[in-house]
């Protein structure tokens, strides 16, 4: 079974300070990403990587920052939190190596990090 | 890009009865299509995928979903509802390599 791990299930800093969110999974899959999910927006990427210290922008990038030290972990930074980064952060994985496009596989998800900023 | 709509925000269903949830891709050549569920507090665990061949495609917990390339939809079903099918459900798709444009979700109730 795969498993995705989120460091916390729930959250709350204050505007400013630096946020890290850190997910692990144990299936040696390629692919990590982040999202964030909102009320009617549905998820949305932040980030993704498909190798070790590699990273691609996703549709909402701006305010956060990633880090992919090693294969199993793929951490989310908040440089500087603010009120509206507020929200559900989902982190997921997927195997599939090689950048082939038009292949996309079943992303596996972690239970999330609920996490408010006052 | 692709894009993807699910244009029920929320459905409420009797338990017993059958479910459909409407689901509409844009996508200019045929896309990888997914059915997502996440139950209350939960992380999203796929419920069925479509990648190519047979249209009709059979997922977990009796859910199906059909492939229509003339409507570009990829509808939902199941013939008989559970209250614990109670959650939201998330229809994606995927082109480019590995990232999945996910809809908006529908949230599905069910009464006794």
């Known amino acids: 079974d795969v498993k995705v791990t989120q460091s916390s299930r729930y959250l709350v800093k204050r505007t400013g300070e630096k946020v890290f969110l850190e997910c692990v999974q144990d299936?040696?899959?390629?692919?990590m990403f982040w999202y964030r999910q909102d009320p009617g927006l549905g998820l949305r990427l932040i980030y993704f990587s498909y190798d070790v210290k590699m990273k691609e922008k996703g549709d909402i990038p701006e305010g956060y920052s990633v880090s992919r030290e090693k294969k199993e972990r793929f951490s989310l930074i908040l440089e500087s939190a603010s009120t509206n980064q507020t929200s559900m952060y989902l982190c997921?994985?997927?195997?599939?190596?090689?950048?082939?496009?038009?292949?996309?596989?079943?992303?596996?998800f972690g239970p999330g990090t609920r996490l408010t900023v006052l | 890009a692709q894009s993807v709509t699910q244009p029920d925000i929320h459905i409420t269903v009797s338990e017993g009865a059958s479910l459909e949830l409407r689901c509409n891709y844009s996508?200019?050549?045929?896309?990888?299509l997914f059915w997502y569920v996440q139950s209350p507090g939960q992380g999203l665990q796929l419920l069925l995928k479509y990648f190519s061949g047979d249209t009709l495609v059979q997922g977990i917990k009796g859910f199906e979903a059909e492939f229509k390339r003339s409507q570009s939809s990829f509808n939902l079903r199941k013939p008989s509802v559970h209250w614990s099918d109670a959650a939201e459900y998330f229809c994606?798709?995927?082109?480019?390599?590995?990232?999945?444009?996910f809809g908006t979700g529908t949230k599905l109730q069910v009464i006794p």
């Open positions: 994606a798709v995927g082109a480019s390599y590995q990232k999945v444009t």
């Open positions: 997921a994985s997927s195997p599939g190596s090689g950048r082939k496009e038009g292949n996309t596989d079943t992303q596996y």
């Open positions: 299936m040696d899959h390629e692919n």
């Open positions: 996508y200019g050549a045929t896309p990888y």
